[in-house]
T-cell receptor, first 111, second 111 residues
Framework: QKEVEQNSGPLSVPEGAIASLNCTYS??????FFWYRQYSGKSPELIMS????GDKEDGRFTAQLNKASQYVSLLIRDSQPSDSATYLC???????????FGTGTRLTVIP | DTAVSQTPKYLVTQMGNDKSIKCEQN?????MYWYKQDSKKFLKIMFS???????INETVPNRFSPKSPDKAHLNLHINSLELGDSAVYFC??????????FGNGTRLTVT
């Protein structure tokens, strides 16, 4: 069973706070993990990719991966109203040779 | 230049009709995909295809068929459209295991 699970939210944080988005996946052999942001009516856009255990930082975004726990997260520091969107966790399942998405977490940053 | 382009952007049609959505990518990627996003924003893989292999999600009705005239194109043909087919359909492309690049989506409405 190929599963990627996220809390659907909505998640609301005040402007300037840290937003924490979580994701778990079912396939222990997965090696490639991605976070996409999707604004309403738009297509998903890649914001982070991570392949190794630990943290990966890019500007205000930090992705965290723990393969032993089959867990990947995204932290958004100094959240801005423009960060309000749905965030999709995606995991490459080698056995299926495809990318599977979680249901997404809707984030609202309150000014 | 648009990396992944799909047409039309909007498609309104009646039940029972047959329709096609076209997709083209100019990124030189080996693999192309079709995803369906329902009203709850869940992105579900329908097909992935490269010049060697077609991978079909087993839950996709056989009324849906991908057609690839060449490596840069993957069109989606739908027969006997049903109300439940209403959704946004996204085309994407990638190299295996790397992030997907999405088209802008086609909003299909079946009346």
């Amino acid at each position: 069973q190929k599963e990627v699970e996220q809390n659907s939210g909505p998640l609301s944080v005040p402007e300037g706070a840290i937003a924490s988005l979580n994701c778990t996946y079912s396939d222990r052999v997965s090696q490639s993990f991605f976070w996409y942001r999707q604004y309403s009516g738009k297509s998903p856009e890649l914001i982070m990719s991570i392949y190794s255990n630990g943290d990966k930082e890019d500007g205000r975004f930090t992705a965290q991966l723990n393969k032993a726990s089959q867990y990947v997260s995204l932290l958004i520091r100094d959240s801005q109203p423009s960060d309000s969107a749905t965030y999709l966790c995606a995991v490459w399942f080698p056995g299926a040779n495809n990318l599977f998405f979680g249901t997404g977490t809707r984030l609202t940053v309150i000014p | 230049d648009t990396a992944v382009s799909q047409t039309p952007k909007y498609l309104v049609t009646q039940m029972g009709n047959d329709k096609s959505i076209k997709c083209e990518q100019n990124l030189g990627h080996d693999t192309m995909y079709w995803y369906k996003q329902d009203s709850k924003k869940f992105l579900k893989i329908m097909f992935s295809y490269n010049n060697k292999e077609l991978i079909i999600n087993e839950t996709v009705p056989n009324r849906f068929s991908p057609k690839s005239p060449d490596k840069a194109h993957l069109n989606l043909h739908i027969n006997s459209l049903e109300l439940g087919d209403s959704a946004v359909y996204f085309c994407a492309s990638s190299q295996v295991g790397t992030p997907l690049h999405f088209g802008n989506g086609t909003r299909l409405t079946v009346t």
